[in-house]
């Protein structure tokens, strides 16, 4: 049953985050490649224009406005411009252009070896994304950040990024994460963990993989888009049923855009784990947009209805 904000219960014990590359300064380079779909050259070149303002140096992908499909460009062209972005030691911060779908083909075409020898950097994007946020925890032991991206709506649209997203993003990526708000508890309580998760759709495609969630001991974030309550079902048993989801100190549900009505799935599912359950937090797709550093530590507290988060990484968490 849903409970309303500001109902408490006992806090969990808190684990330890993972390292949090430094955040990129005005003065620094950064690059924006295309992991997954086609960005649209006029969002890309604005929301390029959106990374100078702030004073950032940026260098696109040779590959960035590529196009295979429903791809930009090849896996193998796709990968040497993310490899090529995180092994320049110029480059402070890799930028995903946008999600869509393909980031999950480039796992086997990485050099993974290169990329820690290259040491850590910031990694932003959101969506399609998730599948390079969980395999640079893995592989890179490396937090990364969940938010939006130069070549969408949010960061690009021809008036100028959305305000309070905009806000969040530069405040997050100076450093400074502002407490995100939801507007439901589903289930009560206070936990400190690591955030983990992202989009749905890709953590129940990397069940099997050896990027698969596991969220023993984490707080974890999902969100979606266009998908039907009863899609949303299938791949929350599914991840139920992979043992994906057991141990979890709790969940941060972001935007569900075109999903109709999926809090009936959410809460029948994720209540009876007994574990603090906070909603309707702006994350994921929709307007706004916010940001959150996946594999740091946060902190849901019920009686906000938020997730607070820390730049403050530790030792990987077990």
């Known amino acids: 049953m849903k409970a309303q904000c500001g109902t408490v219960c006992g806090v969990s014990e808190p684990a330890a985050g993972i390292p949090v590359p430094p955040a990129p ?27 100078e303002g702030l004073g950032l140096k940026v260098v696109v992908g040779a590959h960035a406005l590529d196009r295979d499909r429903y791809l930009a460009g090849s896996d193998a062209a796709r990968a040497a411009d993310l490899l090529d972005a995180w092994c320049d030691p110029a480059v402070s911060a890799v930028f995903c252009a ?3 779908y393909g980031a ?10 290169a990329m820690r020898a290259a040491g850590p950097k910031a990694l932003v994007g959101s969506s399609d994304i998730t599948a390079l946020h ?11 950040w969940f938010g939006p991206m130069p070549a969408c709506s949010t960061i690009s649209d021809p008036e100028g990024p959305e305000p309070r997203t905009f806000e969040n993003f530069t405040a997050a990526l100076a450093g400074a994460p502002p407490t995100i708000t939801g507007d439901r508890v589903i289930v009560p309580g206070d936990v400190t963990a690591p955030v983990t998760g992202g989009n749905l759709s890709l953590l129940a495609a990397l069940c099997g993989t050896p ?5 023993r001991g984490r707080i974890v974030l999902l969100e979606d888009v266009a ?10 048993v599914q991840l139920l049923q992979t043992g994906a989801l057991d141990g979890a100190a709790g969940f941060v549900l972001g935007s569900w855009v075109g999903c109709g009505d999926p809090y009936p799935v959410l809460e029948e599912l994720l209540a009876p784990l007994g574990v603090p359950v906070v909603a309707g937090l702006p994350i994921g797709h929709g307007d706004p947009q916010f940001s959150v550093l996946l594999g740091a530590l946060g902190a849901i507290d019920a009686k906000s209805c938020s997730l607070a988060y820390s730049t403050g ?3 990987k968490a077990p």
């Open 25 to 51: 300064r005005p003065g620094d380079t950064v690059a924006v490649v295309a992991p997954s779909g086609p960005p649209d050259s006029e969002r890309l070149a604005r929301g390029v224009r959106v990374l």
């Open 98 to 100: 946008r999600g869509g």
């Open 104 to 113: 999950t083909r480039l796992l086997g075409h990485l050099d993974w070896d």
């Open 134 to 144: 969980s395999a640079f925890a893995v592989e890179l032991g490396v937090a990364s």
């Open 211 to 215: 990027y698969a969630l596991s969220a």
């Open 227 to 236: 998908e039907a309550p009863y899609r949303i079902d299938r791949m929350l």
């Open 313 to 315: 990484g530790a030792d």
